[in-house]
């Protein structure tokens, strides 16, 4: 039932801003991060912790996590930052 | 989530009662330096104000149905936002 | 999702009670922007009534379930919508009513 990857660590690489956006994703930052085991992918991701453009954060998701992390009954969101590695 | 740019649009009238109203466009994968990057497909627009030429963002599989209201909705590529012109000339300066 | 021709159907009696009075299509996957084949034909829930020769659009994995006739079912593909128009860069690339291709526009 869950994804192929849960938690991974990944390099953030930029910022992304939306003018238009889904409801779920109001007052949330959104940033670009690389995994570090595959450089050449990206995910964009919703920040949970204030990480920055630079930082190697811990990153992942699964099906209902954004839900409860949020509380919405509906969140079209897959990956969330939650951790930044020191 | 994914960047992809609207290349085109699709017109169904027969199709499941929950895609009524749905907006289907036609998007090209994109890099995260904004570089054409693999096959077009389908996507539902959740934003309701996406169209061609503009760069958006857009979730898959199970987080595609997330994206709309109904109970029940088959989609598995869904538009959630539309990118903002500075992050477009940062991204394709290659800040990736 | 993505495009695709209905190039069969496909019978089956003995399966999954779930599967009971579902109509199965083999279909085949198109690029989008030439309508070439592209991979291989797949088999796919069909819960709109296509025939034959029609060009869909299929939905895949979970989401294939999220229709009222596929909900719990055993599926990972279905056929959600009979295309009749599709338009890439301006120009029509397919016209349900005959029109395809460069000549079109």
């Known amino acids: ?86 | ?96 | 999702m993505q495009m695709a021709r209905v190039a069969g159907t496909v019978v089956s009696t003995q399966k999954d009670p779930k599967l009971v009075g579902l109509k199965l299509q083999l279909v085949q996957p198109l690029d989008i922007i030439t309508g070439n084949d592209s991979g291989r034909p797949l088999v796919a829930v069909d819960t709109v009534g296509a025939g034959i020769g029609d060009v869909v659009m299929i939905v895949g994995g979970s989401s294939a379930r999220q229709t009222d006739r596929t909900a719990s079912s055993p599926v990972d593909l279905a056929i959600v919508s009979i295309i009749d128009l599709v338009e890439v860069d301006g120009k029509t690339v397919y016209d349900r009513r005959g029109f395809t291709g460069e000549g079109s526009k």
């Open chain 1, 1 to 86: 039932m869950l994804g192929v990857e849960l938690v991974y660590l990944a390099k953030v690489i930029g910022p992304v801003v939306c003018t238009v956006k889904h409801p779920a994703y109001e007052g949330r930052t959104l940033l670009i991060i690389s995994p570090i085991d595959d450089p050449d992918d990206y995910e964009i991701a919703v920040d949970y912790v204030g990480a920055g453009v630079g930082d190697t954060v811990i990153a992942g998701g699964a099906p209902g996590v954004a839900q409860s992390v949020f509380n919405l009954d509906k969140a079209p969101i897959k990956t969330l930052i939650m951790g930044i590695v020191d």
């Open chain 2, 1 to 96: 989530m994914k960047f992809g740019k609207v290349i085109g649009t699709v017109v169904s009238t027969q199709k499941d009662a929950n895609l009524v109203g749905v907006t289907l466009l036609v998007i090209q994968p994109l890099d995260q330096d904004l570089t054409p990057k693999g096959s077009p497909y389908i996507a539902a627009d959740a934003t309701g104000q996406a169209g061609p030429g503009q760069v958006v963002t857009i979730v898959f599989s199970a987080d595609a149905t997330q994206a709309f209201p109904q109970r029940r909705i088959p989609v598995d590529a869904s538009i959630v936002g539309i990118v903002d012109d500075c992050t477009l000339a940062q991204l394709s300066q290659g800040a990736g």
